[in-house]
């Protein structure tokens, strides 16, 4: 059924496709067939029409005596008996020509007879029926030519209309059948191509093309429903992966607050505002418990209770120290475990390491203090001690002089006590500006050139500074303490080693940090003499602060030199100023 049914057009164009080519082929053939026969009749048409000249001739001959006589005769008779007047007897000639060309050669045959007797005269009367009898015969011969020509007009134009009434219908019933629903299927694929997949081609017949039209309005619907389907599963990925890069970004963002360099309360509110924008999380509260004092509670978003239902908790904690609690208020779509697993992990590590930095503040806090008063002690301490006991024994030698020996007798007294002033005056002065020391410029380049003008003003030394430290790779900690030691190494030099040069040299290998300062002055013998008390062990605790070791190499009158190595890592330990 369905083959028959596919097949319809295909058989019916085919069909006048035949029937032109039947068309064709007859009207062809009868062209060339009466054409054929037509080439004949030309020619015995004038053959005919010789034989009225040639009749005539002959009775000329007659009455001038002619010598040709007997030849014009034989050229009659040949002109009678010719093929194209042979042809006359065929099947396709009329019967009534054929019968006409006999009675001719009949009344011939008599004439004939006539030319050859004696009575040749009387063939002068008898030639005018006989051309009567030829025009008669021509007469026939053109009309029978005539006819054969418009017989070949009417089938000739007949096939041509045939075949053009038949073309008509084949243009027609391809354009309706075919053209028309190809192009309906084309501007549908168009409709398609543009993700449009609404289309209802209708069906104009149960032939092949409507059965091609029925199958590609039902793919169109599938395609559609598929493309549909994809759309969503495509927009589905599209918003789940849109969520997680949100996600990541907000954990980044949320791990980027423990980068700081200490950590205060604005991180852990800028840590709950990024847990807030999360989708599916409304409110969120973060409580730090603190040993012996109240909680710290922070809240972001809505009001999130510990009794509300809608809320859920999950405990802070680090190496088994319990450090707060974390409530959030989930909404729908509801937020991802994983990622809330990943928060509570981001505020245990800064809720811990606030605690570690204010504990190492304190610290760091206490061993300044108690550093502060080791060098006042060192320093200060005992020459007001020295001033206490020489103003003790000043009143005692004044309380037993006379009077008039008192001036002479207390005036080195007073003199060494103007010194003992003065000199702990400079001391105070100096430790003062230790403590007080800073890096204002913000780089470690900076504030060392600074330092060695200040010094340059307070020596005639020359002082050379090569610096090829960054201070990308020096942390704060770090700076402090090179710039302190460089500055105690430097004084001792301008005040004990009355040098012409003084050279500092900072520099640094794979693994190490190196830092001299060496000058050309009068030296010591470190197995007698020894460097300001006080000085050197400030140099020695700030070299192990920095995990490193500080060398002092000197001979008499061949200089000093302060060596200072440490280790190129993370000075994360190191205690600040």
């Given at each position: 059924m369905f083959k028959s049914v596919k097949n319809s057009v295909t058989r019916t164009v085919a069909k006048a496709m035949g029937l032109i080519l039947a068309l064709s082929v007859a009207t062809t053939s009868f062209a060339i067939i009466t054409l054929a026969s037509s080439l004949n009749d030309a020619e015995a048409v004038n053959v005919a029409g010789s034989m009225r000249m040639q009749s005539y001739r002959l009775a000329h001959d007659i009455q001038i005596s002619s010598v040709d006589y007997t030849q014009h005769i034989e050229m009659f008779e040949h002109s009678i008996y010719s093929p194209s007047m042979k042809a006359l007897q065929g099947w396709t000639v009329p019967e009534d020509i054929t019968h006409d060309y006999y009675r001719i050669i009949v009344r011939w045959h008599e004439l004939k007879q006539v030319l050859r007797s004696q009575d040749r005269d009387r063939y002068l009367i008898l030639v005018a029926g006989f051309v009567n009898q030829i025009d008669a015969f021509v007469f026939k011969l053109q009309n029978f030519s005539e006819q054969k020509l418009i017989k070949l007009a009417w089938v000739g134009g007949l096939g041509l209309g045939g075949i053009l009434i038949v073309g008509i219908f084949v243009v027609h019933y391809v354009r309706r059948q075919i053209v028309r629903p190809l192009n309906a299927l084309v501007q549908a694929s168009e409709q398609i191509k543009s993700r449009s997949f609404d289309v209802e081609l209708n069906v104009y017949s149960d032939n092949e093309m409507g059965i091609l039209t029925r199958t590609f309005n039902t793919m169109a619907a599938d395609l559609g429903k598929l493309y549909r389907g994809l759309e969503q599963a495509v927009n589905e990925k599209t918003k789940k992966l849109q969520h997680a890069k949100d996600s990541l970004q907000v954990l980044y963002n949320s791990s980027q607050e423990l980068t700081a360099s200490r950590i205060t309360q604005d991180n852990f509110e800028a840590i709950l505002r990024h847990i807030v924008s999360l989708?599916?999380?409304?409110?969120?509260?973060?409580?730090?418990?603190?040993?012996?004092?109240?909680?710290?509670?922070?809240?972001?978003?809505?009001?999130?209770?510990?009794?509300?239902?809608?809320?859920?908790?999950?405990?802070?904690?680090?190496?088994?120290?319990?450090?707060?609690?974390?409530?959030?208020?989930?909404?729908?779509?509801?937020?991802?475990?994983?990622?809330?697993?990943?928060?509570?992990?981001?505020?245990?590590?800064?809720?811990?390491?606030?605690?570690?930095?204010?504990?190492?503040?304190?610290?760091?806090?206490?061993?300044?203090?108690?550093?502060?008063?080791?060098?006042?002690?060192?320093?200060?301490?005992?020459?007001?001690?020295?001033?206490?006991?020489?103003?003790?024994?000043?009143?005692?030698?004044?309380?037993?002089?006379?009077?008039?020996?008192?001036?002479?007798?207390?005036?080195?007294?007073?003199?060494?006590?103007?010194?003992?002033?003065?000199?702990?005056?400079?001391?105070?002065?100096?430790?003062?500006?230790?403590?007080?020391?800073?890096?204002?410029?913000?780089?470690?380049?900076?504030?060392?050139?600074?330092?060695?003008?200040?010094?340059?003003?307070?020596?005639?030394?020359?002082?050379?500074?090569?610096?090829?430290?960054?201070?990308?790779?020096?942390?704060?900690?770090?700076?402090?303490?090179?710039?302190?030691?460089?500055?105690?190494?430097?004084?001792?030099?301008?005040?004990?080693?009355?040098?012409?040069?003084?050279?500092?040299?900072?520099?640094?290998?794979?693994?190490?940090?190196?830092v001299s300062v060496k000058d050309d002055g009068v030296g010591f013998d470190s197995t007698v003499e020894k460097l300001n008390h006080y000085g050197m062990s400030i140099m020695q605790e700030r070299a192990s602060r920095l995990s490193g070791t500080l060398v002092v190499t000197s001979q008499a009158n061949q200089g000093c030199e302060v060596l200072l190595e440490y280790p190129k890592i993370k000075e994360s330990n190191i205690d600040r100023m």
């Amino acid at each position: 059924m369905f083959k028959s049914v596919k097949n319809s057009v295909t058989r019916t164009v085919a069909k006048a496709m035949g029937l032109i080519l039947a068309l064709s082929v007859a009207t062809t053939s009868f062209a060339i067939i009466t054409l054929a026969s037509s080439l004949n009749d030309a020619e015995a048409v004038n053959v005919a029409g010789s034989m009225r000249m040639q009749s005539y001739r002959l009775a000329h001959d007659i009455q001038i005596s002619s010598v040709d006589y007997t030849q014009h005769i034989e050229m009659f008779e040949h002109s009678i008996y010719s093929p194209s007047m042979k042809a006359l007897q065929g099947w396709t000639v009329p019967e009534d020509i054929t019968h006409d060309y006999y009675r001719i050669i009949v009344r011939w045959h008599e004439l004939k007879q006539v030319l050859r007797s004696q009575d040749r005269d009387r063939y002068l009367i008898l030639v005018a029926g006989f051309v009567n009898q030829i025009d008669a015969f021509v007469f026939k011969l053109q009309n029978f030519s005539e006819q054969k020509l418009i017989k070949l007009a009417w089938v000739g134009g007949l096939g041509l209309g045939g075949i053009l009434i038949v073309g008509i219908f084949v243009v027609h019933y391809v354009r309706r059948q075919i053209v028309r629903p190809l192009n309906a299927l084309v501007q549908a694929s168009e409709q398609i191509k543009s993700r449009s997949f609404d289309v209802e081609l209708n069906v104009y017949s149960d032939n092949e093309m409507g059965i091609l039209t029925r199958t590609f309005n039902t793919m169109a619907a599938d395609l559609g429903k598929l493309y549909r389907g994809l759309e969503q599963a495509v927009n589905e990925k599209t918003k789940k992966l849109q969520h997680a890069k949100d996600s990541l970004q907000v954990l980044y963002n949320s791990s980027q607050e423990l980068t700081a360099s200490r950590i205060t309360q604005d991180n852990f509110e800028a840590i709950l505002r990024h847990i807030v924008s999360l989708e599916g999380i409304s409110a969120v509260k973060l409580e730090i418990i603190e040993q012996g004092e109240r909680p710290l509670v922070l809240t972001e978003g809505e009001e999130c209770a510990a009794c509300n239902c809608d809320c859920q908790s999950k405990p802070l904690s680090l190496d088994g120290v319990e450090l707060g609690v974390l409530y959030w208020k989930v909404t729908l779509p509801c937020p991802d475990q994983a990622l809330i697993d990943n928060f509570v992990q981001i505020l245990s590590r800064a809720v811990y390491y606030n605690q570690a930095q204010r504990q190492a503040e304190q610290l760091l806090l206490m061993e300044e203090r108690a550093t502060i008063a080791r060098e006042l002690h060192d320093s200060l301490a005992q020459a007001l001690s020295y001033l206490k006991i020489q103003v003790s024994l000043l009143k005692r030698g004044m309380a037993k002089l006379p009077e008039s020996d008192q001036l002479a007798k207390t005036t080195p007294i007073l003199a060494e006590l103007d010194t003992g002033l003065s000199s702990a005056y400079t001391q105070l002065r100096e430790l003062l500006t230790t403590f007080r020391l800073s890096i204002k410029e913000g780089t470690f380049g900076n504030a060392l050139t600074e330092l060695t003008e200040q010094l340059a003003d307070r020596t005639e030394s020359q002082i050379t500074l090569n610096n090829e430290l960054s201070s990308i790779e020096l942390d704060a900690n770090q700076q402090v303490h090179l710039l302190q030691l460089i500055r105690e190494a430097m004084i001792n030099a301008i005040k004990h080693a009355n040098a012409e040069h003084i050279c500092i040299q900072c520099h640094e290998t794979d693994t190490k940090v190196v830092v001299s300062v060496k000058d050309d002055g009068v030296g010591f013998d470190s197995t007698v003499e020894k460097l300001n008390h006080y000085g050197m062990s400030i140099m020695q605790e700030r070299a192990s602060r920095l995990s490193g070791t500080l060398v002092v190499t000197s001979q008499a009158n061949q200089g000093c030199e302060v060596l200072l190595e440490y280790p190129k890592i993370k000075e994360s330990n190191i205690d600040r100023m």
